[in-house]
């Protein structure tokens, strides 16, 4: 009777570890099937609601900002204010995708929204993670070029002028990605933070440099510049929703020879993460695999397309 239960519970555990390891793929189908029928996702724009599916952006802009938000009403204001300061002499339109936030996040981002045609909010029912936030920001966009930042306004926001100039040196044929880098900080971050920490900081950067075959030296910072063109073919293509997708836009701008360029940036760690370290470092390291994997045995390929 022991060894039955015992048995049991080891079924049970390894179901539930490869439902756990393949979660990746399984979202990917349901978005397949599910995000061009959800009238949930619905942008608001000039105070007015309009369904995701139906929305088309004609905004003659020359720059997009994208600001996945999730849980940021403590945060989100400061930014906001930072970023109209400093794009003020810009061409821009800013987009918040507010990702199934708990909090007051929608409330604040709203406060910005009235009459003001450029800038717009994304927002949804079920969390999609940074990735599919992200995702969503960008096939909805309207400027030539495509910043991505965080919502923590961690990077600096003059470096944004240091990016766009390697972006125009690196540009060919509509394309380029430049990626700001915090790697010149890594040093010093390492002396202070706990053993477990630069494990799996170690752990992450092997898979992602011999197994992903991406060899950047810092591939998470969440401020990066596209071309229109660029983030159109990466972001149709892209599968994984979560922490890790960084990774794979980098694999698909490598297949579809993308000119990508790495610059350091000034950041600073700001309070107020959400983030768990260990569980999402996991979660990414299975990610990292997993998508590899997929690539390889042509289960995801690089001519996929979301339908967006």
Not at 7 to 25: A, D, E, Q, S
Not at 133 to 145: E, N, S
Request: proline fraction near 1%; include cysteine.
């Amino acid at each position: 009777m022991l060894l039955e239960i015992f048995l049991l519970v080891i079924f049970v555990g390894l179901l539930i570890g490869i439902r756990w390891l393949f979660t990746p793929y399984t979202n990917w189908k349901n978005q397949q099937k599910t995000v061009k029928k959800d009238d949930s996702i619905v942008i608001i724009c000039g105070g007015k609601e309009i369904k995701y599916s139906t929305y088309k952006n004609k905004s003659d802009v020359q720059l997009s900002i994208i600001i996945p938000s999730y849980n940021e009403e403590n945060r989100l204001g400061r930014t906001l204010e930072a970023t109209f300061k400093h794009f003020e002499k810009y061409n821009y339109e800013i987009i918040i995708i507010n990702d199934a936030s708990k909090d007051q996040t929608l409330e604040v981002a709203k406060k910005y929204s009235v009459n003001n045609k450029n800038f717009k909010i994304i927002t949804y029912n079920r969390n999609r993670g940074k990735g599919g936030a992200v995702r969503l920001g960008m096939l909805a966009a309207a400027g030539k070029i495509q910043l991505m930042m965080d919502a923590d306004l961690a990077t600096d926001l003059n470096e944004y002028e240091k990016l766009s100039k390697e972006l125009i040196k690196i540009t060919q044929n509509g394309l380029g990605l430049v990626a700001g880098s915090r790697n010149h900080l890594v040093k010093d971050v390492v002396v202070q933070r706990k053993w477990y920490r630069n494990f799996l900081m170690h752990c992450s950067n092997f898979i992602i440099n011999t197994i992903c075959g991406v060899r950047l030296k810092d591939t998470q910072c969440g401020f990066k510049l596209f071309t229109k063109n660029t983030s159109a073919i990466l972001f149709r293509v892209l599968h994984l929703e979560r922490w890790a997708f960084d990774v794979e836009l980098f694999m698909i701008a490598q297949k579809y020879k993308v000119p990508v360029s790495e610059l350091p940036v000034k950041w600073e760690d700001v309070e107020g993460s959400h983030l768990n370290v260990v569980e999402a470092s996991i979660q990414m390291a299975r990610d990292f695999l997993l998508v590899r994997i997929l690539y390889l045995l042509n289960i995801w390929n690089f001519k996929d397309d979301i339908g967006l």
